[in-house]
């Protein structure tokens, strides 16, 4: 994940706790910081509302546990839902909101915070009570009477995509607020509004993004635009005498096994960059080719810290990888993710 780095001049900062993870607000202008904060906090809350699985009185957890009827949603978990299967459909399935109940058996059934610490076991290599392969065409969304109908048996869970879709959300409400340029950050998901500071939007690119600015990683800025990072490394915890993590590989029901540490992706939007960083952990050895071919700068790093960057993603250490070449084969780069409109993101 990644951190804001230290604040530049006549930027104001704020930080609190949300949707179970760490929130991070900055503003281009001091007196924009109280007006931003109230916005973002209030999207924030109706998004939790809306879509945890963790709360028993949320719209998502109501709808999995009506499953097998058609149900009608509100319009934010019918956005989230959008979303999701959007980013299922972009990725041929690899980001699928239907591993669910997958994640339940892996341990993932309450608050991250919550489950008990990584052990030294390795990972699965085997189904863990029994193999649970859904899949997101199983889901029917009618936007024109906001219902939803779920398989009985299917479990959503939308961590994939929904803190990066609600930092784009909170973004563009407190620059709205605000009058001025904002970043938000949440669990180091990041999305930009408004117009930025001089010299743009300074963020430290890590395993975690709750790590010191002094951590291990590169520090680049964006003007526009969001920055995604999804990790094997960071949410991790002990179940079964095993190590967990919490990115699915919807093809097998199990966290994904032999990928790379860390996938930072910059897009035009803190959700199509998190679609991207996701699914490249999925793909694993093939992530490379494909982000190439979606043209999407990015930066991933393998299980012994060597970085590996892609297209326009800045130089680090003097040392720029080789571009990998458009991924072929049966999984199609999502062509419909779109490039950080800003252009490239900086080192700074």
């Not at 199983?138 to 929904?162: E, H, K, Y």
């Not at 960057?309 to 993710?337: M, N, S, V, Y």
Request: hydrophobic share 40%.
């Amino acid at each position: 994940m990644r951190s804001p780095s230290p604040i530049a001049p006549g930027v104001a900062r704020a930080e609190w706790e949300a949707l179970g993870t760490g929130v991070v607000l900055r503003t281009a202008e001091p007196q924009g910081l109280r007006a931003a904060r109230a916005s973002v906090e209030a999207e924030l809350a109706a998004i939790d509302r809306a879509c945890s699985r963790f709360r028993e009185d949320s719209e998502l957890s109501r709808l999995n546990a009506r499953a097998g009827r058609r149900q009608r949603v509100g319009p934010l978990l019918l956005e989230a839902l959008e979303v999701a299967l959007r980013a299922a459909e972009l990725t041929d399935g690899d980001v699928d909101p239907t591993v669910g109940r997958a994640l339940e058996l892996a341990g993932y059934d309450r608050d991250w915070r919550l489950l008990p610490a990584p052990g030294e076991q390795p990972q699965p290599r085997a189904p863990i009570l029994a193999r649970v392969l859904a899949g997101w065409r199983t889901v029917a969304l009618d936007a024109s009477d906001s219902s939803v109908g779920v398989p009985s048996g299917i479990r959503l869970d939308l961590g994939a995509t929904a803190k990066a879709w609600a930092a784009d959300r909170a973004a563009a409400a407190a620059a709205q607020a605000a009058g001025c340029g904002v970043l938000v950050g949440i669990g180091g998901d990041i999305a930009t509004g408004g117009e930025p500071p001089a010299g743009g939007w300074r963020i430290h690119v890590t395993d975690d993004h709750r790590s010191a600015p002094s951590a291990p990683g590169q520090t680049v800025s964006i003007r526009s635009g969001g920055l995604a990072t999804s990790s094997t490394a960071v949410r991790r915890w002990s179940h079964e005498g095993h190590t967990m993590h919490h990115i699915i590989d919807p093809a097998t029901g199990l966290p994904v096994l032999d990928t790379w540490r860390t996938v930072s992706v910059a897009a035009a939007s803190c959700a199509d960059a998190n679609i991207a960083s996701t699914a490249a952990l999925v793909r694993a050895a093939a992530a490379p080719a494909w982000l190439a071919g979606l043209g999407l700068p990015a930066r991933l790093v393998d299980s012994d810290g060597g970085v590996t960057q892609i297209g326009d993603w800045p130089e680090e250490g003097g040392h720029r990888a080789r571009t990998a070449r458009p991924a072929g084969g049966d999984r199609a780069p999502a062509r419909r993710l779109a490039r950080q409109d800003c252009g490239t993101a900086q080192a700074s």
